[in-house]
């Protein structure tokens, strides 16, 4: 009996042992600083390719006036079916870690500039949630994409 509870007890030291404790200031400031990137990446190289690569292959998104869109290759496909000239550019406001440390979310705020039939440049402003899960690599993407319309901001 005593050799099973001095087993049973290593085991709980070791399982205790491996569980590390996730600092969620300095995750929270990793998820907004590749939400940042996210963005950027979607000003350089088109909002399609940007998704492509920070959605999780699981990803939603539900786009304002829209069925929701299931997976990265569909969210791919239909930005690219958009078409017309277009940049989504954002900036993220705030978010939060699960104190798991493998869960978030972060919310912004982005402006849409694109071409209207006539040839002018015009924009649309809106905010977004994104909810992201940290990923075996280290990596955090994108599983649930949320956005909407907003007034213009007031000028200053």
Known sequence: MKSLISGLMTVIILW????QAVNVEKEKAKLLNTDREFAQMSVNRGAAEAFRM????NAMQMPARGEPIMG????????????????LDWVPQDG??????????????F????????????MSYGKYVD??????????KVVVDI???SPAPEAK
């Open 111 to 122: 402006t849409y500039y694109f071409l209207n039939d006539e040839g002018e440049m015009k």
């Open 131 to 140: 909810v992201w899960k940290k990923q075996k690599d280290g990596t955090w």
């Open 147 to 149: 956005g909407n319309s």
């Open 72 to 87: 990265r290759d569909k969210i791919y496909q239909g930005m690219k079916e958009a078409g017309g000239i277009y940049v």
């Open 54 to 57: 920070y959605s999780a292959e």
């Open 16 to 19: 205790a042992g491996s569980v």
């Open 96 to 109: 939060e870690v699960a104190k798991s440390g493998d869960m978030g979310w972060t919310w912004g705020k």
